[in-house]
């Protein structure tokens, strides 16, 4: 199966493919956020590489969150517009299941938090359990970074934490002494490529925002009645 996977919940787009022959190749593309500029001359790029031409495309892979807003609506309308123009298959991951996986690839074992940077003093968190494979513990939330060590603090259990959440917030997240930080900003395209190789097809794939886009919330702020 050919796959080609998008991801643009973070400040750098990211794009990925894995060949029916094995052949991988990713790239991260410091784009100044550009997404919209950036992501399809990166897929040709890729695909150009690995001596694909885009109806040989089996599957696209598709980051649906959470992260930046309108990252995740410039890639999820790419993958969307990509997998109805060549009649392929679409496949939605979650960024936080991105970094579990990227963290489980290098090795890692254990109890991991993957923290996505929310902006406004928030991050995305979910918890895993690394063993055999990767095991989603909770449901994917919004918090602070405060109240996650404040938590880690009482479970005085040892784990790992990784993401462009922890990065943000660092000094806060190394106070904690049974913790490991795992560096790892960009979600782990190696991750969705395999995530997206052994799951089933999506009919639908919808952003995984979590909370108001910054805009609206903007708006809502100064719409308030005094």
Known sequence: MNIVAIET???ACAVGVRTTAGVEVTRVVNDGRRHTEALAGAMKTL???VELRPRDVNRVVVDRGPGLFTGLRVGIATAIAFSQALGCELVGVTSLEMLAGGAFDSGVRGTLVACVDARRGEIFVQSFLLDDAVNALDSARVTTAREIVTTWQANATSAAFTGDGVERYRNEFEYLPLATIIGQVVPSVHAEL??????SPDEVVSPLYLREADAVANFTTRERPR
């Open 9 to 11: 919940a973070s400040p």
């Open 47 to 49: 695909l150009d590489e």
């Open 194 to 199: 395999s995530l997206g190789a052994v799951r």
